[in-house]
């Protein structure tokens, strides 16, 4: 029988690598046929188990993952058109503006005057833990520890959308997929297009999210959860205070203002082997950590956040708010 898991690596592995040779310049590299014969499976076959795991053709990925990065070079620094074009294996800035123009409604030109949201193809994750019904087991447990620790953060906007009865990250997908425009794809694709999250890390294999979190609200509208507060799911960016850029279509931009938070941190872990044990160590921190003990009460004021990092190469963390407790 066929190895499954050895599949979900195999494509994994091609999808970091597509990034890597992205960012250094190297697309000749990216073939499938180079890579089948480095797998020693035929270039059909190769083909078919990538589409299966990923839902899109090799092709179709290589060609949208390029555009995206072609984007924001585009977006964020002022580097010639052709430039840009050729570094992203377009052959000529006819050919670009071409391609981009198919993807994305708006010639590159256009684009760098007013850069307005657009869906990007953002990296594809088989191992995704929350994104996906069919998880690899562990097969180890994770030896790093939970560090807990206290943080100021400044005041700053969270563009997000947002479901009152989810239960859980893949139910919250799951019911967002049901809203026209509110799939996970498109929700991803048009976030990474925002210029400057605070947690951008330029959609490297760091941080494949590309700056993108999921966090809870303090909302009375929202579905009560196990410590018996009203809380609504959320999905979005970070953002710095003053930001005043575009908002996309049923999306919302909050305010949060500068505050104490709680933070719950695992160090890197292999997302194959140690999802489910990080997370119950980290749960178990959690429902553990005595407030009193430190002084602090979790903060549960109207529109305070709770957010949650992650990041497999560099951390899983959640940072709850907390207040002060005032001495009698």
């Known amino acids: 029988m066929e190895d499954i898991k050895y599949w979900y690596k195999y494509v994994q592995d091609i999808i970091s690598l597509i990034d890597t040779c992205i960012l250094q310049g190297d697309t000749e590299s990216i073939t499938l046929k180079l890579l089948s014969e480095k797998l020693g499976y035929s270039e059909y076959y190769s083909s ?103 943080v100021h953060i400044p005041a700053h906007k969270f563009l997000h959308i947002r479901n009152y009865t989810s239960v859980g990250y893949w139910d919250f997908w799951q019911k967002q997929s049901q809203i026209p425009g509110q799939d996970c794809e498109t929700i991803c694709g048009l976030l990474d297009s925002i210029q400057g999250k605070l947690d951008d890390n330029f959609g490297t294999e760091n941080n494949a999210s590309s700056g ?44 949060v203002l500068e505050g104490e938070y709680i933070v719950f941190e695992h160090g890197p872990f292999d997302i194959e082997k140690e999802s489910q044990s990080v997370e119950k160590k980290i749960e178990f921190a959690m429902k553990n950590f005595n407030y009193d003990e430190v002084g602090y009460s979790l903060d549960m004021k109207a529109e305070r956040v709770f957010y949650f990092f992650h990041d497999p190469n560099r951390f899983w963390k959640y940072i709850r708010p907390v207040c002060k407790n005032h001495k009698e």
């Open 48 to 150: 078919r188990k990538f589409s299966e795991i990923s839902g899109m053709s090799f092709r179709n990925y290589l060609y949208y993952r390029k555009l995206s990065f072609a984007l924001k070079e585009l977006r964020d620094n002022h580097s010639k058109i052709i430039d840009i074009a050729l570094k992203y294996g377009f052959s000529s800035p006819e050919a670009f503006s071409r391609a981009f123009k198919k993807a994305y409604g708006i010639r590159p030109s256009e684009y760098r005057k007013n850069p307005i949201p657009v869906v990007l193809q953002t990296i594809i994750k088989p191992f995704d833990c929350y994104i996906t019904e069919g998880e690899i087991q562990n097969l180890h447990e994770s030896k790093s520890e939970v560090k807990t620790y206290l």
């Open 212 to 255: 993108q979190l999921m966090a809870w609200i303090n909302a009375p509208e929202g579905r009560i959860c196990n410590w018996g507060i009203p809380l609504a799911e959320a999905y979005g960016i970070r953002l710095p205070f003053d930001y005043n850029g575009p908002i996309p279509q049923n999306m919302q931009l909050m305010d």
